[in-house]
C-alpha cells in the first residue's frame, strides 16, 4: 500500500513558476515510477513526467519537456515537480501517482493513467495572464 500526498499548488500569474511536492509513505522501491498527471475541467487527465525512483529514468509530456524538471528525494520518499513559465493553458489540478505493478516501455515510459496503482488526492495549479 502507498500513500500519496501532493502540495505546492495556488494561483499564480502567467510566467511565474511553482515546485509541487509529492510526499510517499508506504512501500516504494527502486523500480517503482512515480508520475505527474493534470486534469482540466472537461478534459482527460494528461500525462505531465515520470521519474524512476532507482534512478536513471526521466520522462516527460511534449507540453512539459523544457519547463518542467521532475526529481525525486530517494531518503525522503518525495517527488518534485519545478514549473517554470507557467501560462494559463497549465491551469488543473496536479496529481501525483504511483506505478508499483507491471511493465512499461523504457522507452517512453508510463504514461497512461491506467498504468499506475495509487494516486494522491491532487493540488490545484492556477495561472492567470
Known amino acids: 500500500q502507498v500513500q500519496l500526498v501532493e502540495s505546492g499548488g495556488g494561483l499564480v500569474q502567467a510566467g511565474d513558476s511553482l515546485r509541487l511536492t509529492c510526499a510517499a509513505s508506504?512501500?516504494?522501491?527502486?523500480?517503482?515510477?512515480m508520475g505527474w498527471f493534470r486534469q482540466a475541467p472537461g478534459k482527460e487527465r494528461e500525462f505531465v513526467a515520470a521519474i524512476r525512483l532507482g534512478g536513471g529514468s526521466i520522462y516527460y509530456s511534449d507540453s512539459g519537456k523544457g519547463r518542467f524538471i521532475i526529481s525525486r528525494d530517494s531518503a525522503k520518499n518525495t517527488v518534485y515537480l519545478q514549473m517554470n513559465s507557467l501560462n494559463p493553458e497549465d491551469t488543473a489540478a496536479y496529481y501525483c501517482?504511483?506505478?508499483?505493478?507491471?511493465?512499461?516501455?523504457?522507452?517512453?515510459?508510463?504514461?497512461?493513467?491506467?498504468?499506475?496503482?495509487?494516486w494522491g488526492q491532487g493540488t490545484q495549479v492556477t495561472v492567470s495572464s
Open positions: 508506504g512501500r516504494t522501491v527502486g523500480n517503482n515510477v
Open positions: 501517482a504511483a506505478k508499483t505493478t507491471g511493465t512499461y516501455s523504457t522507452t517512453l515510459g508510463p504514461r497512461r493513467p491506467r498504468d499506475y496503482d495509487y
